[in-house]
């Protein structure tokens, strides 16, 4: 059977989260159903695989999952008619490629790449509601950026993990922590870029959480150092909402995407 990965985009806050759940709407569910109009076997109830497995309220712009379908089909042929199928649902397949058959979008990745999205402002927001975490006041840039410094690297980050994580080690490497500012109408946007291999349970809203803490004052940088060393839930800081976080791309050593491109094939 051809396997063909797929790249997603969605809004998260309709779907209790990226993983099909039987009394609940998701992500894997809604692309399984327009699948499911168009191919056999998943009509009769196969499944997809994803890169991650976001969390209620999580979106992507760069999420990947792939699927094993009975007939060969073209790439940008299948994305528009998966498109189709999935209105009205927030739901985009953005590309969809042929791929090998031992690629798997989950065991094959080589990183995970998240954004966050933070407002400082007072007046209420209108757009991008659903989209941000809003605090009140405006957060020190440099404060947060010193705090950060402390977790990249290859660390145990039980501290920053939730504790229904089923990891089997909370050992990771985190390759990157940018956070930048930008000037909004009446506030400002705080957004932190993170990047390693995979992540825990709640790792990044954790890290940001924290993160936030130190921006506002409540917390020296110095002390989220403190919290990593003592491997503790308890010493993090409070965990942020999920509607600021982005799964924004899945690294593999070859693009799924790229690659056909590249070798003249058009799709």
């Known amino acids: 059977m051809p396997r063909f990965a797929l790249q997603v985009e969605y809004d998260g806050a309709p779907f209790a989260g990226w993983q099909a759940q039987a009394d609940q709407p998701s992500v894997q569910g809604a692309i399984e159903a327009a699948l499911a109009r168009l191919d056999p076997g998943f009509a009769a109830g196969a499944r997809i695989a994803a890169a991650g497995r976001t969390d209620a309220g999580v979106h992507a712009t760069g999420q990947v999952a792939h ?3 009975a007939r060969d089909w073209d790439p940008f042929r299948l994305s528009e ?3 189709w199928h999935l209105k009205p649902a927030p739901v985009a397949i953005l590309q969809a490629a042929r791929v090998e058959d031992d690629f798997h979008a989950r065991f094959s990745a080589t990183e995970r790449r998240y954004l966050f999205r933070l407002v400082a402002r007072r007046a209420p927001l209108t757009h991008g509601r659903g989209q941000v975490w809003q605090v009140l006041n405006p957060l020190d840039l ?3 950026r010193k705090g950060a410094a402390h977790l ?5 980050f039980t501290t920053f993990r939730s504790s229904i994580c089923q990891a089997k080690s909370p050992v990771k490497s985190l390759d990157c922590i940018e956070i930048t500012e930008h000037e909004i109408p009446q506030g400002r946007e705080y957004r932190f870029v993170l990047r390693a291999r995979s992540f825990l349970h709640n790792q990044v809203r954790s890290i940001v959480g924290t993160l936030e803490r130190v921006g506002a004052g409540s917390w020296a940088p ?4 403190e919290a990593l060393a003592a491997r503790d839930r308890a010493a993090c800081g409070p965990v942020c909402p999920p509607q600021g976080l982005y799964l924004t791309g899945v690294g593999y050593p070859c693009d799924p995407f790229r690659a056909p491109r590249e070798a003249g094939s058009g799709g």
């Not at 990249?152 to 145990?156: A, L, Q, S």
Request: proline share 0%; no cysteine; glycine share 12%.
């Open 142 to 144: 440099e404060a947060m």
């Open 152 to 156: 990249v690297g290859h660390h145990d």
């Open 67 to 69: 699927a094993d379908l």
């Open 81 to 83: 008619a998966l498109n």
């Open 222 to 225: 110095g002390r989220v150092a």
